[in-house]
């Protein structure tokens, strides 16, 4: 083996499979290494691994690496309810946690600015992201779940008072974070129809969103303006999800309605949308949240009920509906 042989080799082997175009011309060594799949940090491991493996060979003394990708065909999928309080955010995350037990690649932003719950429901309180180049690293989650949240950019209760830009810009942070492989972004949007609102339309349009509802007619009607939001600005709605139906008692088991029951399913019916499931009221599925051990993660019906929702959100993805 000569010299150009024996540094084009080591660049083979130490890139995985993932050199290309190895180049050598007066002692400096240039090649294409594709990064496509790969967060920064594997980026970084891998450059690194490139360059120990060729430096110090006999010819070579400067090496310029090309780290070229694949643009990762990523879609947004909003999750939003007329008001608060109805399990928007718990939808979210279990979804997002359904959706990678399926085996997709999921990820989550917290755009809530009136509570950002998110950290706390995915067990990782107080954890900040690192920022690489001003580029946000998502914090990994319950779940192995990639995620930001506005509840890491701010103090508590501070971004409740964000207007306009402050909240797009902050949006914007999020959004263009270090996503690496995640392909499906569910965005936990705050609740009705305000700046975030509007600057997710107008700057990250979402493929498709998802409605959470609560079976009372009030809730329904909150519901109904968010529906209408969307479908204004030409936002496709995935489906509508009926939460907190239907109590079923820790005691005895017996399962009552105190909000009603089958609301959400008549009105998406009514409006000629999909209807993608019932969560029932649950003081299970609140402590487990609470402790950020999200349900989905578990075996039973609840995880059941999420991941047959995740399914229709996957299977609509899937049908060409997210196109980019
Ligand atoms: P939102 O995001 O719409 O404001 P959350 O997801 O924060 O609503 O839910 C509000 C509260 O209700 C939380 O304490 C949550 O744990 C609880 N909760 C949500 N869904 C259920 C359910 N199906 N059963 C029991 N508690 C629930």
Redo the contacts with the bound molecule.
């Keep these: 083996m000569n010299d150009v042989d024996r540094i084009e080799a080591a660049i083979t082997q130490a890139a995985q499979g993932r050199a290309s175009g190895v180049k050598i011309a007066g002692g400096v060594v240039t090649a294409m290494i594709d990064m496509s799949g790969l967060d920064a940090s594997a980026r970084t491991k891998l450059a690194s691994g490139v360059e120990a493996a060729a430096a110090g060979l006999p010819g070579v003394d400067t090496i310029r690496l090309m780290q070229t990708a694949e643009r990762v065909q990523r879609r947004l999928i909003a999750v939003a309810?007329g008001?608060?309080?109805?399990?928007?955010?718990?939808?979210?995350?279990n979804l997002t946690i359904a959706l990678r037990r399926s085996g997709r690649q999921a990820g989550l932003i917290d755009a809530?600015i009136?509570?950002p719950?998110q950290p706390r429901?995915l067990g990782a309180e107080g954890i900040q992201p690192e920022a690489r180049e001003k580029t946000l690293m998502p914090v990994t989650g319950a779940g192995d779940v990639p995620f930001l949240s506005m509840g890491q950019l701010v103090k508590p209760g501070q971004a409740v008072a964000w207007r306009g830009p402050m909240a797009g810009n902050a949006l914007s942070q999020l959004v263009d974070g270090d996503w690496g492989a995640t392909r499906d972004l569910i965005v936990?949007l705050p609740?009705g129809t305000g700046d975030i609102q509007l600057s997710m339309i107008q700057k990250h349009k979402p493929a498709g969103a998802v409605i959470?509802s609560t079976p009372q007619d009030l809730a329904l009607m909150d519901a109904a303006r968010a529906i209408s939001f969307f479908e204004t600005a030409k936002v496709p709605i995935i489906g509508v999800v009926e939460?907190?139906?239907g109590y079923i008692c820790p005691n005895c088991g017996d399962v009552s309605h105190p909000f009603g029951a089958g609301g959400a399913e008549a009105a998406a019916r009514e409006l000629g949308l999909p209807f993608l499931g019932r969560?029932?009221?649950?003081?299970?599925?609140?402590?487990a949240?609470?402790a950020g051990t999200p349900p989905a993660l578990g075996d039973g019906p609840?995880a059941d009920a999420f991941a047959d929702i995740a399914r229709q959100v996957a299977e609509w993805i899937d049908g060409g509906h997210a196109a980019e």
Excluded at 85 to 93: F, I, N, Q
């Design positions: 309810s008001k608060g309080g109805v399990g928007k955010s718990t939808l979210s995350t809530d009136y509570g719950s429901l936990d609740p959470v939460n907190m139906s969560i029932p009221l649950d003081i299970a599925i609140r402590e949240s609470d609840i």
